[in-house]
Every structure is written in structure tokens, then in C-alpha cells.
């Protein structure tokens, strides 16, 4: 078994076939290692695009390539049959963020007919890598950058060839290397012929808007006065508002008043609640005679 740390380049451009914006991968790269973390195999490939004539300025100026390299490019049907043959069955696939993951699963979808790109097994390495940072006592935001992560390591990085596939491979293979503990990595390592594993990644969460949808608890509209614990009554109706649910709340015991606020946010399989309650607070005017 071998490890593939896979890295793709993207551009974002208008598909008309489907009246939207997608992110076209236009290169595809990775370093293979074997069982010490040494590289032993690097594929690099920039694809021509399916529908376009040209890259964005931004996109030319993170990864170095132009509209002319893009047009010299290969077909992505072709990238991916390349990288395909490439690696293995056996290989455990790695991507910086499992960002990459809904790209080729978008340009699958909608620029490929039934080619897929393989991964068998898969992890998501930016995540095990911040695990390990915090391990480590080193300080680190919710999602790192590679390069952010490589200094935290003290590895040295060329900073001119980030965002250039292969390159972004070779850097995130040197944390891999730093960092790889048999153990904890085990656990991140996800088999992607589970059913669900492509349509969680595919999943995207949204709020429930729905007061009457079943995935609502509605216990979670009950709350109690924040001074006397009495439990709080509805005044009118929960009305969809800032993203969620909001209504006006009195406590009969010390009459109080209050406006809630309830948020349902849909996951794959499970549904986040957000819930706010503040104090009203009646500002009494200064009535003096003049």
C-alpha cells in the first residue's frame, strides 16, 4: 500500500449548459509515497477546458499558468484515465481540506460521462494535520492554510510555487511526514464505497424554513424568564425571520418581556439548533417640566 497526497487547480467559469459558475479543474497533481513517506512517483497534468477559451487573471497569477498552457492542455476525460492507471487500488488518497473532493465531484457530474477519478480510500489531511497541531500545544485556526501549517512545522517553503498542484503535493507530503502517527491516522481514513460517503460530501447544509418540517424539535421554541425561571409564553406566532424563527415571549410571573430567536440548520444526518433569547428592555422617557 502506497499514499497519495493529490492536489488539483481550479478556475471558476460560467457553464452554460447548466446556467451556472463551476469550478473546472485544469490541473491535476500528486506525489505517491511509499511506507517511509518518501516519494516515489509524481503525476502532473494541465487540462484544457471543456467550455472555455481562457483563465481568469487570478487563477494565472496563484498557479503560473496561462491561457496558452491551458489550451496546450489535455482533455479531462484524458487527465483522469492518465491518473487513473496511475495509482492504485490499494492507495489511501489525501487532499489539503476535503475541498478538492466536491470539485471532482462536480466536474464528474457535469463535464464527464461516468469516468470517475480513483479514490478508494480517502482522508482528509488538512483536518489530521490541525489535529496534530493541537496535540502539539501549537495554535491553529479552525482551517489552516498549507503554508500557514508548513511554517507552524518549520518547514521551509518556497512561497512562489504554492498554489501550483504538484508543488502543493510535495509541501503537504513533508507535514504528512512530520506529523504521521499510525494510530490517530488510521482513524481519519474514510472507504469510499460507502453508499453515503459521496452524498454527504455532496450534501449542502441550508436552514429549515419550514416550521412544520419534521426534522424540527419543537421543544426547542420553549424557554424560561432569565430572571425568574418561570417557564416563558408565546405573544403571536413564530414568524421566519433572520434566518430562523423569531416571536415575542412574556413571563406571567414577573412580566418581563423577551424576543427569541430559533435557528434550524440541516445537516446530512443531524440538525444544528442556534437559540437566542433577549431581554427587552422599555426605555422610559424623561418627562420634566419646562
Known amino acids: 500500500m502506497n499514499y497519495i497526497i493529490l492536489d488539483l487547480e481550479w478556475d471558476g467559469a460560467y457553464f452554460p449548459k447548466i446556467n451556472r459558475f463551476i469550478n473546472q479543474i485544469l490541473q491535476i497533481g500528486a506525489v505517491k509515497l511509499n511506507e517511509n513517506f518518501d516519494v516515489i512517483e509524481t503525476f502532473d497534468v494541465i487540462i484544457k477546458s471543456s467550455f472555455s477559451k481562457r483563465v481568469s487573471k487570478r487563477f494565472s497569477e496563484l498557479t503560473g499558468i496561462t491561457k496558452e498552457d491551458m489550451l496546450k492542455g489535455v482533455s479531462l476525460e484524458s487527465a483522469f484515465k492518465a491518473y487513473n492507471k496511475w495509482a492504485n487500488d490499494t492507495d489511501i488518497t489525501m487532499t489539503w481540506s476535503n475541498s478538492d473532493i466536491y470539485t471532482v465531484l462536480e466536474n464528474e457530474k457535469h463535464l464527464l460521462d461516468g469516468n470517475k477519478l480513483k479514490i478508494n480510500k480517502y482522508l482528509d489531511l488538512q483536518k489530521f494535520i490541525q489535529g496534530e497541531m493541537r496535540l502539539s500545544g501549537i495554535e491553529c485556526t479552525s482551517q489552516i492554510s498549507l503554508l500557514n501549517a508548513a511554517v507552524a512545522f518549520g518547514i521551509n517553503v518556497d512561497e512562489s510555487l504554492l498554489h501550483n498542484a504538484k508543488a502543493d503535493s510535495t509541501v503537504a507530503a513533508e507535514l504528512l511526514k512530520k506529523c504521521y502517527n499510525k494510530e490517530r491516522f488510521s482513524t481519519f481514513v474514510l472507504d469510499t464505497s460507502d453508499p453515503e460517503f459521496f452524498e454527504r460530501y455532496m450534501f449542502k447544509p441550508y436552514y429549515i424554513s419550514d416550521i412544520n418540517d419534521?426534522?424540527?424539535?419543537?421543544?426547542?421554541?420553549?424557554?424560561?424568564?432569565?430572571?425568574?425561571?418561570?417557564?416563558?409564553?408565546?405573544?403571536?406566532?413564530?414568524r421566519q425571520r433572520f434566518g430562523g424563527f423569531s416571536a415575542c415571549l412574556v413571563c406571567n410571573a414577573c412580566r418581563r418581556k423577551y424576543f427569541a430567536n430559533v435557528k434550524f440548520r440541516k445537516m446530512f444526518d443531524s440538525v444544528k439548533v442556534r437559540r437566542r433569547l433577549s431581554e427587552k428592555i422599555k426605555n422610559k422617557a424623561n418627562n420634566n417640566d419646562m
Open 214 to 238: 419534521k426534522d424540527i424539535d419543537k421543544s426547542q421554541f420553549e424557554f424560561c424568564c432569565t430572571a425568574c425561571g418561570s417557564p416563558l409564553v408565546l405573544k403571536g406566532k413564530w
